[in-house]
């Protein structure tokens, strides 16, 4: 206690100390570029994308795609008599920055997070926006063929039919952890 006041001096002391540090010239900067950093860098998930070729064609099933057989020989996939992995792309999707995978043949595809979402306590989930694009070609003009918002486990796997390649259609296996 101050001896002609009455008053404690540690907590205005503490607080006088306090601003100084938040205002300080050479502080501020160093603070708002540390938490711009981990804004940037909190929100980011790395995706996985097969690109399979469905075909009617009888065939044995590839040991590639092993992991996937069970997704893959139930329905709405069933039409198909065989597959073949045609690639295994990958892409890394952040928020405010549109990710690009090229697929097979003229199509590639755009990515872009849009959010977290938690599910429950263990369980986060993704909200992303795919875009399906086939690249201009000699006889055909640019075209965006799908553009859709998914909400994804993380580490689930969202499959899709896509456009026609090679005597079959494109199947498209999206896993983002």
Known sequence: M???KGLPARPVFAVLFTLTLMTSPWLLPQVLARSAKHASTRLSAGCKIHVINGLN???RFPASLRHLKRR????PFKVFVSFKLLRVASM??????????KLAGPYRLEGQLISQVLASRHKRRLRFELALYRRRTRYK???RMLKTTLVLDRGGTFFFVGPPHKGGKLVIGITCQ
């Open 2 to 4: 101050r001896p002609d």
């Open 57 to 59: 064609v009888p065939g």
């Open 72 to 75: 893959l020989q139930a329905q």
């Open 92 to 101: 890394k999707l952040a928020s405010g920055r549109i990710a690009r995978a």
């Open 141 to 143: 003009a640019a075209k």
